[in-house]
């Protein structure tokens, strides 16, 4: 199995975010708290389903991620696009700033 971290979309402005290892999130998966197996994978995920995620979150699942040059990426091209934001328009969204 590779490492997994959970993703979800913040609720009040839709930005793709990273469960992190005080329960919260953010936007830099750098800081997402990483499962090395399926069981750590499965209790992160749920920890990412309670009803108090659910007032800041919505539809956390798991991602595929590997580390690069010693930081957390995700191996997946989809997942790549939502930690960067729209690829159309480089000036926008996060690497924008």
């Not at 997994?4 to 990273?18: E, H, S």
């Not at 919260?24 to 009803?51: F, H, K, M, P, Y």
């Not at 580390?67 to 989809?78: C, I, M, N, Q, S």
């Amino acid at each position: 199995m590779s490492l997994q971290v959970v993703t979800a979309n913040r609720l009040d402005d839709g930005l793709a975010v990273f469960m992190t290892a005080d329960e919260g999130w953010s936007t830099d998966i750098r800081q997402a708290v990483c499962a090395e197996d399926a069981e750590q994978a499965e209790a992160l995920l749920a920890r990412a389903n309670t009803e108090k995620q659910q007032i800041t979150v919505v539809g956390p699942y798991l991602i595929d991620v590997a580390h690069e040059d010693g930081v957390l990426a995700p191996t997946k091209y989809r997942e790549v696009l939502r930690t960067l934001g729209p690829s159309v328009r480089t000036d926008l969204g996060y690497q924008a700033g």
